[in-house]
Structure formats: C-alpha cells, structure tokens
C-alpha cells in the first residue's frame, strides 16, 4: 500500500512539474488612468470565436496573477463588467461612471511577465500591425478607436449596429461608398484624436495619420485610422516578437485607452 501511495505522489508530482513547464506566470494590476484599481475586473484571454481560455480577476487593489498555458491567444480583454456599457446602462450607473474595455491582440505567452493594464472610456480596438515589403521601413497600424462619450452622442440620434462577431458579410455586394451608408460616429476626426505609439517600451515617431472607412454592415460604417510609424531607433533584441502599445486620446471630450498587439519578429527586419 505504501508503495503504491508513493507512486501515485510521484505521478502527480511530474503531472505538476509538465503542467508547470507548459504553463506562463501573468500577473499585473488594472487601473484606470488616473492610476486608481479597479477591483473585480475581469482580465480574459481568448481564442478565435472570443471564448475566454484562461479567466481571472484583481483584486481590491487591482491586482491579479494568472497561470495561463503557452501559447498564442487571439486576444486578451480586460473589463469591470458592472461599469461596462451594456450593464452599466441596465443597472441605473451614473453615466459618468460607464467604462469600455482593454485589448491586447495576438497575445504570446512564451515567458513570465508583469502585465499592467489601464482602460477608461476609450476602447483602442482591432489593432493590426504589418509591413509592406520593399517600401520605407516604416510600420503600419490599424486602429478603430471607440470613444464612449461619442457613442452615446450617436446614440441618442441613430439606432446602434446589430453586427455581431463573426457575422458574415460574403453575400453582400460592397461598392465604393453606397449612397444609403450612415455613419456610426463613435470615433474622434483627425484634428481631434491624439495618438501615441511605443514599440518595445520605446516611443516612436507617427509619421502619418490617415483617416479611413471601416464598413460594419452593408449600409453602415466608422471612422478607422492608419497610422505610418517609423521603427525604433534602440531596437531590444531579446524578444522573439515586438510589443506595439497605442495610446489615444479624444481631444474634444478626453476619452483615454490604450491597448497592444503582439508581433512576431520577421527575419528581414532585423
């Protein structure tokens, strides 16, 4: 019996260390950007169809630990859900109050790290990061911005999109610009949003900010941005991928949020 008792604690112990060797330490602290916690909130990391993989949440003083497998996740989201528009609207919050959500796209969890987040009224969302071969060396970065004071502006004027995620729009035949679209006005106009845009910890140059149609259904669309950056002047060698942070700010109503992608290294950069 003893023998047997002790096999069994030998198995579950290297069933521990695999699961251990497999396995990322992600820990942080949420906050808004006047550096207060935010206790309660969730911080989520998601597959492809936005399941949650790995969920956790901060504490009172807005700090979380998560063991999250290795790997690389569509998506990390992190949201107080009690503040977030949809509830926050049902349970009578001040709308002061209301909040959106934090993203990090195409998230690897190779290593252990320290992750801090920080969300408040702005949502940087569907970031996308990519170079065009043989043209300047320069990046590129998709952004949507959302501004929630901007979105209840709209809409108490328009009815609110019923696009959901993963919605396919193949049946429908797109033109240039149809004369029917209507403009769903949650994000700032050029002159009015600020942006910032670090690269490994390093901030660098926005070259270019180009405004520009994202279509949502086939009679409706937002303001979306291109911003042209050039690469850092300190490139950090020691990570197989580079981290992107893009802060915004609407300058007409002081809506904040920032959020991050993840790119693996190409080769012919380096």
């Known amino acids: 019996m003893k023998h047997l008792l002790f096999l069994l604690a030998c198995i579950c112990c290297a069933t521990s260390y695999a699961q251990q060797q497999d396995s990322v330490t992600i820990r942080g602290r949420v906050t808004d950007f006047d550096n207060q916690p935010i206790d309660s909130a969730s911080v989520c990391w998601q597959n492809p169809r936005f399941d949650c993989v790995v969920e956790v949440f901060s504490n009172k003083d807005g700090y979380y630990t998560a063991r999250v497998p290795k790997g690389k996740y569509q998506s990390l989201t992190s949201i107080y859900f009690p ?4 509830f926050a609207m049902k349970s009578g919050l001040p ?3 209301h909040r959106l959500e934090f993203w990090a796209w195409d998230f690897i969890a190779d290593r252990d790290t320290t992750l801090n987040i920080r969300y408040n009224r702005m949502e940087v969302y569907g970031l996308r990061v990519f170079r065009i071969p043989g043209a300047m060396p320069t990046y590129q970065i998709y952004v949507r911005p959302m501004s929630l004071t901007r979105t209840y502006e709209w809409m108490k004027t328009a009815k609110p999109s019923s696009i959901i995620h993963g919605e396919s729009l193949g049946n429908i035949e797109q033109q240039t610009q149809s004369k029917e679209a209507k403009e769903s006005q949650w994000a ?6 600020k942006a910032t845009v670090w690269i490994d910890g390093e901030e660098v140059p926005i070259l270019m900010k180009q ?14 941005y291109l911003l042209t950056v050039d690469y850092p002047k300190h490139p950090k060698k020691g990570l197989p991928y580079r981290i992107f942070k893009v802060e915004l700010e609407d300058l007409g109503n002081g809506d904040r949020g920032e959020g991050l992608y993840y790119m693996e290294k190409e080769e012919y950069i380096e």
Not at 83 to 86: A, D, F, R, T
Not at 211 to 224: F, H, R, T
Request: charged share 35%; glycine share 4%.
């Open 188 to 193: 700032p106009r050029p002159e009015q949003l």
């Open 83 to 86: 503040s977030y528009v949809h």
């Open 95 to 97: 709308e002061s109050e």
């Open 211 to 224: 405004e520009i149609k994202e279509y949502y259904e086939a009679d409706e669309y937002g303001n979306a």
